[in-house]
């Protein structure tokens, strides 16, 4: 694997979370990886200023922070202590040096079924978080989640409505995030990348495949690259069709990837992104 | 429970399936259930005649057979095979006396990549099928599944797919299966069942909710009415404002109520129908 080849590639650290930042930084370095993307729990586990020396002393690029959101709660006090979150989730990114906030927008309260009022809190929230992202010069990137995860972690499930929240508001304060693993089976998709890249609004690019059978609680399955039934090079096409040239995240939650050695997993993602992606 | 309250109530033979078809007969009698959807398996097991004939004579009406479908194969040998196996279905439909053939269209073939193919492919055997349909008084009815099941069971995840395939040809051979668990999620499907009645496409009404944790294979974790994110009488009322007043199924796939005493499933599920849904 060449530079070039990797040039795009970012390792989102969920993928091999088993690597302490450290070790994600030497085995960067070593396999010529410039990119990541980080997680808030393990930043805040290691020291948000720490992380930051690290990342910048290993000369690391920070494509993205994930994640903050979770902004569908009902209650005035559980919302103020979201708002609140996502703020110092701003921050870290800013101290990070990345300028792009990945959002998980929060799945339904506890005995709701409105899916629709849990959408428009999400926009009150983003009409709040939108100015003080600005001013700390990071962008908001929506995350459309797999509709198997509508109840319990994401009412947003699908571009559609991620770009129908983002575009209430300034490009550079919020747009969305395009992850093959959520957005895969939706025809409408591609148009909707489409949309987004017109109004300036791909914020990141993820990378996962989709393998089944799923496992129990249907989080962590997401498939190594070229494992399942995603068309990596198609996707790649329509963001870049739609004037995306960023970088390409891999971000695999995956309990067979973390049970093995992180640096072989880190050694075959790359692999796995040469091969099928560019 | 008075009768008038069941009078829409069908029971799906799935959700109870611990019960062979005579005790099913039975305890639909002494609950004042009249309307049952059936399955190919558990009918061929007991004989199709024999079934006719039992349903018959308890007075029940069939609303449904499921299911045909599987229609994605790419070699000649296996299409043939399918939509033999389709006519068939459409035969047994019409000997036990339901005019509503549910069509599940299946996934993506082994190594296969391409939704858009599987799903042109899908159309082809409907155009074979539809008029075979028509000529035996039965009605296919395409059920889009969720979208967790597009690579391995059904490429059709959407209301708006399902209409895009049935559209081409006539409402009565190709309309469509409307089931909560599967479209509960999509903010596109209100207008969509819309689309579906203004054009007679409505051929089917089921419910299960949604619940979490999803189980491993994500088959058989269908929630009980009432127990998940699901608003059942929101949906019931999108299904009458677009003109359908036909029966409505409860089918559940759900290990958790298969463990159980199966005519006390059915009666908590007429129950649950009554509470939540009329």
Redesign the interface.
Request: aromatic share 8%.
């Given at each position: 694997m060449s530079a070039a080849d990797l040039s795009r590639f970012s390792i989102n650290q969920m993928t091999v979370k088993q690597l302490s930042l450290p070790e994600l930084a030497d085995a960067c370095a070593e396999l010529g990886v410039t990119n990541v993307g980080l997680w808030r729990e393990p930043v805040q586990a290691y020291g948000l200023d720490a992380t930051a020396k690290l990342v910048r002393d290993a000369g690391l690029t920070v494509t993205t922070l994930c994640r903050g959101g979770f902004l569908t709660a009902i209650e005035p006090a559980e919302r103020a202590t979201a708002l609140e979150d996502n703020r110092r989730a701003v921050d870290e990114a800013a101290t990070l040096g990345t300028d792009t906030l990945v959002l998980v927008s929060g799945g339904?309260p506890a005995g709701s079924?409105?899916?629709?009022g849990a959408?428009e809190r999400i926009a009150y929230a983003l009409g709040e978080l939108g100015p003080y992202a600005e001013s700390r010069g990071v962008k908001l990137a929506i995350e459309p989640l797999?509709?198997?995860y509508?109840?319990?972690r994401c009412v947003v499930?699908?571009l559609?409505?991620a770009l129908d929240l983002a575009e209430r508001f300034p490009a550079h304060q919020v747009g969305v995030t395009v992850d093959t693993y959520h957005i895969?089976?939706?025809?409408?998709a591609p148009e909707q990348i489409a949309r987004a890249g017109a109004g300036g609004r791909i914020h990141t690019f993820q990378l996962a495949d989709?393998t089944?059978?799923?496992?129990?609680?249907?989080l962590n399955g997401r498939g190594q690259i070229g494992d399942?039934?995603?068309?990596m090079r198609?996707w790649k096409g329509y963001v870049e069709a739609a004037g995306y040239a960023g970088a390409i995240e891999v971000e695999l939650f995956n309990d067979g990837l973390w049970a093995r050695d992180g640096r072989e997993v880190l050694t075959e993602t790359a692999r796995r992104f040469v091969e099928n992606v560019m």
């Open positions: 339904l079924k409105d899916l629709h959408r797999h509709p198997m509508a109840s319990d499930s699908t559609t409505q895969w089976w939706d025809d409408r989709w089944t059978p799923l496992p129990e609680g249907v399942g039934a995603i068309d198609e």
